[in-house]
């Protein structure tokens, strides 16, 4: 079974610094990252990391964000630093997972976690 667990969030001052961690495990895993939803807006990609290191970022977080992986472990960071309120989110924790019985890669999630950044 495949599952996704993810930590670190909290209530932090603008200009604060958070480090989310999300562990993975059941599978052979390719691209993992994050998504973020605010209240009344639509799910964004904040980052995305493979296998061998590459990396994406949203604009909104270049520069402030920084997303690791821990190969072995299966386990991917992303360290947040000068947070903004418009930072505040449930921010998922996303990983391409193979399938045995469909035979493909699919995506799976973690369960969220929650991140304030007051003003």
């Known amino acids: 079974q495949v599952q996704l667990v993810e930590s670190g969030g909290g209530l932090v001052q603008a200009g604060g610094s958070l480090r989310l961690s999300c562990a993975a495990s059941?599978?052979?895993?390719?691209?993992m990252g994050w998504y973020r939803q605010a209240p009344g807006k639509q799910r964004q990609l904040v980052a995305s990391?493979?296998?061998?290191?590459?990396?994406n970022y949203a604009d909104s977080v270049k520069g402030r964000f920084t997303i690791s992986r821990d190969n072995a472990k299966n386990t991917v960071y992303l360290q947040m630093n000068s947070l903004k309120p418009e930072d505040t989110a449930v921010y998922y924790c996303?990983?391409?997972?193979?399938?045995?019985?469909?035979?493909?890669?699919?995506?799976?999630w973690g369960q969220g976690t929650q991140v304030t950044v007051s003003s």
């Open positions: 996303f990983a391409l997972g193979w399938n045995t019985t469909a035979k493909i890669f699919e995506n799976y």
């Open positions: 059941g599978s052979i895993f390719s691209a």
């Open positions: 990391i493979i296998g061998g290191g590459s990396t």
